[in-house]
């Protein structure tokens, strides 16, 4: 079997040339499979290798908006819907200047599995544009989203594909997005998630990654006899995820140290609690602000252009983007001391880290386990839109923790069955696969 998934992984290195962040997504997951391939030969036989690398649609268009000089200002869009076997397309959409069809494609081949683990009927997809929402005025924004969304409303729906936010697609920007679909298809039936509450949105939603993160995170310490309480916490940055990771934490007793955004991080040996925790929220969801200015405000100690990762700490969740854990920073974890990784940020270690990770006998969370709890929510989302109600707060608290509590499960028993319990990479890649494939066989060939 490891010769067919070699060379399967080399026909996606030929084909797909230049999208290394795709084919790093990809060997990070085949390179897990080949228990559950020998397992199973049936995968070979139907060929699920070959169509699980292959997008089911992959949608590339212009982006023509007017910014506040009145000049008319050109983006490229995307929209890749990866694999619909276990339900509707659903992913985020992710603006930032690095976006490129390579990481759309890497982030909707983590998505297939991320949704399968969260045991809700929801199929990979992901999307976004180059566009770069940092600095530009709410009128350019919604210039920019108004355009977006008349081209990308021909391909989503309720019943085909759900949107929802990513890195630069935050409550604004769904916002405009949302309010421009109604306009084109004049119905409401809450084809977004992650909406403000004011029309449809789902409590918990903005904090459910964050608080996902923790939850398996503290499955995977009860394991290990451990316990969050009295733990010193590492994150790397400060938006949705790593504020609400901190939330987090914070409630269960640990203590957070850390926080970064693009130029640097802090570092708060007394904690980042209290009245720093307010500070911190409305320094990046109401003024829009730079992490640096935490230290300023509180006099401790900045580093600009570096990571986090260097300081001592119990354990370590990674929060802010793909490839930030790189094998260096690996091993300072190791050498710290750390017991734990809880990645809530999509991919942010490397192959390679991860591999000194595991060889180390850290606890090591996945991605596409350990911050599923942000889709999971989304999926409770749908729930409610198509119920036309809404949960409590407390209700969808509940749900969400449970949906983590049975991923971790999940993760672990499937680590179990294949001989290396613990190992929540091959417990988690297996079983997101696993169920895909199966349904993907139940379907026919397409």
């Known amino acids: 079997m490891s010769e067919y998934v070699d060379r399967v992984y080399e026909k996606v290195l030929e084909k797909d040339a230049g999208q290394p962040e795709f084919h790093q997504a990809v060997k990070e997951v085949f390179n897990n499979l080949i228990p559950a391939l020998q397992k199973n030969p049936i995968y070979k036989k139907h060929k699920i290798l070959e169509r699980i690398v292959e997008p089911e649609r992959q949608i590339i268009f212009r982006v023509p908006w007017v910014d506040d000089n009145n000049q008319i200002q050109i983006n490229r869009g995307f929209r890749v819907q990866f694999n619909s076997a276990i339900g509707v397309y659903k992913g985020g959409l992710r603006f930032h200047p690095s976006v490129y069809i390579g990481i759309i494609k890497f982030l909707g081949f983590e998505q297939i599995f991320k949704n399968s683990l969260t045991g809700l009927p929801m199929g990979g997809a992901k999307g976004g544009s180059d566009f770069n929402p940092k600095g530009k005025s709410d009128m350019e924004v919604m210039s920019f989203c108004q355009s977006f969304m008349s081209e ?202 991860i591999d000194i990770f595991l060889d180390a006998g850290i606890a090591f969370g996945p991605g596409k386990a350990a911050n599923a709890g942000g889709v999971a929510t989304s999926g409770l989302e749908m729930a409610q839109n198509a119920m036309r109600l809404s949960w409590s707060r407390e209700e969808v608290d509940e749900r969400l923790h449970e949906i983590m509590i049975n991923i971790h499960k999940t993760t672990y028993e499937t680590s179990k069955e294949y001989g290396d319990p613990g190992n929540y990479v091959l417990g988690a890649n297996i079983a997101g696969f696993e169920k895909v494939a199966n349904a993907m066989i139940a379907q026919g060939h397409w």
């Open 152 to 353: 990308l409303y021909k391909y989503v729906g309720p019943e085909t594909d759900i949107p929802a936010g990513d890195i630069g697609v935050g409550a604004r920007e769904i916002g405009y997005l949302y309010g421009q679909y109604k306009q084109l298809v004049n119905r409401s039936n809450g084809v977004l998630t992650g909406k403000g509450l004011e029309y449809g949105g789902s409590l918990i939603r903005p904090e459910a990654t964050g608080y996902g993160s923790v939850y398996f995170a503290q499955e995977m310490l009860k394991v290990r006899g451990e316990e969050i309480k009295g733990k010193l916490c590492t994150i790397s940055g400060s938006g949705n995820v790593a504020q609400y990771t901190a939330e987090k934490l914070n409630q269960l007793g640990a203590k957070v140290v850390t926080l970064s955004d693009s130029d640097g991080y802090v570092y708060d040996p007394e904690g980042i609690s209290g009245e720093k925790f307010e500070y911190v929220l409305d320094l990046k969801q109401v003024r829009r602000g730079r992490i640096k200015e935490y230290a300023e405000e509180f006099n401790v100690e900045y580093r600009p252009k570096a990571r986090p990762w260097d300081i001592e700490c119990d354990l370590a969740f990674p929060s802010a983007t793909e490839n930030e854990i790189e094998k260096e920073d690996a091993e300072n974890l190791v050498d710290n001391g750390t017991i734990a990784v809880c990645e809530g940020a999509n991919m942010p270690s490397t192959n390679e880290a």
